[in-house]
């Protein structure tokens, strides 16, 4: 089992930055497709924002592209959102999100929500114009 957890969220104006941090813990021996998903309300869907491969390979999609940064500390068990040039659009409940069972790959996969099997509960951000 793995189990996600993130912190980091929080308020900002426009133009602002935040860091994310979501740590791993449980199978922290398990390679993992990890990635952030958006939702901007309630019952709508999760959008993928980035994720990242076991190997470091990223991907991102078109809307945080070249503003928001992936990364992952493998000896902390910690994965992280750098976002910088924040929008109000980019305001929403961000969440971490895993797929464990591809040895690590993310085969393409890593920003549909229906290929990740594990979870953070998500933290709030922000952004005021």
């Known amino acids: 089992q793995v189990r996600l957890e993130e912190s980091g969220g929080g308020s900002v104006q426009a133009g602002g930055s935040l860091r994310l941090s979501c740590a791993v813990s449980?199978?922290?021996?398990?390679?993992?497709?990890m990635a952030w998903f958006r939702q901007y309300a309630a019952g709508t869907g999760r959008e993928g924002v980035a994720?990242?491969?076991?190997?470091?390979?990223?991907d991102y999609s078109d809307s945080v592209k070249g503003r928001f940064t992936i990364s992952q500390d493998n000896a902390k068990n910690t994965l992280y959102l750098q976002m910088n040039s924040l929008k109000t659009e980019d305001e929403a409940m961000y969440y971490c999100?895993?797929?464990?069972?591809?040895?690590?790959?993310?085969?393409?996969?890593?920003?549909?929500?229906?290929?990740?099997?594990?979870w953070g509960s998500g933290t709030v951000v922000t952004v005021s114009s």
């Open positions: 999100a895993a797929e464990g069972s591809s040895e690590g790959h993310c085969y393409g996969f890593g920003l549909r929500d229906d290929a990740m099997n594990y």
């Open positions: 449980g199978q922290t021996n398990k390679r993992l497709c």
């Open positions: 994720a990242i491969d076991s190997w470091g390979d990223t």
